[in-house]
C-alpha cells in the first residue's frame, strides 16, 4: 500500500501517527491538481462553463459522500472545514435554540475537546447541566453507566465513535436506542472511526454525525456534517455571508434551503474534490480489506507491546472494541521524551494529551505516547517502534525503578 503514498513511498519515516493525519495517496493529490488545472472557479457563482463545471464537481462530490454514509437525501450533507467546526456548528445553532435550565447534556469522559468544550459554553449560556458518562477498568462505557447517565431530563448526547485517546469503540448504537427512547437526540464523532470501518447513519438511526477529511486521506481543511433533514431544517444558520442567503434587504434576510444555508463563503472547494477522491480510493480497496490489513498490525502491536515489562498499555483488553490507536507510556519516562527520542530513529509518534485533558486527568495522567495506525502500516513498522522503544528504554532505565 505504501507504493500510493509519495511521503511514505520517498521516505525510511515510520508513520505511526494517522489519529492526527492520515497521509495522502497519490491519487487524491492527482485529483487536487486536477482541478485547479481544469476546472479553478467558484461554485454557485458564474453564468459561465467554468463555473458550472466547478458547481458540477463539488455537488456530485456531496451527492457520493451522502451515498457513502447512506444519507437519506444530499441535502443532509454540510461541508465544513473540520469536525470541530461541525461540532460548533451543532453547539451553536441546534444547542443555543433547544437547550433550557435543567435540561442536560451528556457527552463522554473520552470526548475530544472539539465535542467537550462547547457543551461547556453553552450548557452555561442556557442554564442546563453538561454530565459525563465515565470508563470502566478496562476503558469502555458500561451499559450501567450508559443507562445511568442519560435520563429523561437528556436532550443532547454527544459520543466519540472511537476515542482518538484509547481506541476504545463505543457502543454508538446502544447509546442512540437508549438515549432515542428518552428523548434525546445524539451527536456521533465519526472522526477516529470514518477510516476503519464503514458507517450507516440510517442504520445507526445517529441524529447528528461529523467527521474531517484529513483524517481519512483527503487533505487539510475539509470536514462533514451529517444532519437529519427535519432537524437542520428547523435549525438557524451558524455563519452569515454569501451564497447562504434567499434575499436581503436593509434589514432583514431570509436563508437559502440546505445544504446552502449552512455553507456561508466560499467553501474549500479543493478539500471537497480530495474528499470525493479520497472516498473513491477507500472504496476501491474496501472496508474488508481495510480491517483485515489493520486488525492484523493492531493484534502484532498489542502482542509485541505487552512483552515489554517497562510499559503500561492504557487499551482495553477486548479486541473487538479497539481500532486504530495503542496509548502507552515508558514507566517513569515523560512521553515527550519518548517521542523525541523516537523522532531521532524516525519514528513517528504523537505525545501529549490528546486533546483530551479531562480523561488524563481521569486516568491519573499527565499525557501519554499515541500510536495510530493506518492500513498503510506494516508489522514491520512495529518492530521498528518495539526496537525504538527497547532503546529508550535503555536510554533512561538507570535514572528510573519500575
Known sequence: MKRDFPLLENSNIVYLDSGATSQKPKQVIQAVQEFYNKYNANPHRGAYDLSAEATEIYENTRTKISEFI?????????????????????????????????????????????????????????????????????????????????????????????SNALGTINNVKKIIEYAHKKGAIVIVDASQSISHMKIDVQELDCDFLVFSGHKMLAPLGIGVLYGKKEILDKMSPFLMGGDMIEYVYEQETTFAPLPNKFEAGTQNV?????????????????????????????????????????????????????????????????????????????????????????????????????????????????????EGLKKTYEMFKKYISI
Not at 78 to 105: C, H, P, Q, R, W
Not at 292 to 309: C, D, F, G, P, T
Not at 333 to 342: E, N
Request: proline share 2%; aromatic share 8%.
Open 70 to 162: 447512506n444519507a437519506k437525501n444530499r441535502e443532509e450533507i454540510i461541508f465544513s472545514k473540520n469536525a470541530t467546526e461541525s461540532l460548533n456548528l451543532i453547539a451553536y445553532s441546534y444547542g443555543m435554540g433547544n437547550l433550557k435550565e435543567d435540561d442536560e447534556v451528556v457527552i463522554s469522559i473520552m470526548e475530544h475537546h472539539s465535542n467537550l468544550v462547547p457543551w461547556q459554553k453553552v450548557t452555561k449560556a442556557t442554564g442546563s447541566k453538561l454530565k459525563y458518562m465515565y470508563i470502566n477498568d478496562q476503558f469502555e462505557l458500561s451499559n450501567q453507566e450508559i443507562e445511568t447517565k442519560i435520563t429523561d431530563k437528556t436532550k443532547i448526547v454527544g459520543i466519540a465513535h472511537v
Open 270 to 386: 479543493e478539500g471537497v474534490i480530495g474528499l470525493g477522491s479520497a472516498i473513491e480510493y477507500i472504496q476501491k480497496i474496501g472496508y474488508d480489506k481495510i480491517q483485515e490489513i489493520e486488525k492484523n498490525v493492531i493484534l502484532y502491536a498489542r502482542q509485541e507491546l505487552s512483552k515489554l515489562e517497562f510499559m503500561t498499555l492504557y487499551l482495553t483488553p477486548n479486541e473487538e472494541n479497539h481500532s486504530g490507536v495503542i496509548s502507552f507510556n515508558i514507566k517513569g519516562v515523560h512521553p515527550h521524551d519518548v517521542a523525541s527520542i523516537l523522532n531521532s530513529m524516525n519514528i513517528c509518534i504523537r505525545s501529549g494529551n490528546h486533546c483530551a485533558q479531562p480523561l488524563m486527568r481521569f486516568l491519573n495522567i499527565d499525557s501519554t505516547c499515541r500510536a495510530s495506525f493506518s492500513f498503510y502500516n506494516t508489522k514491520e513498522d512495529v518492530d521498528k517502534l518495539i
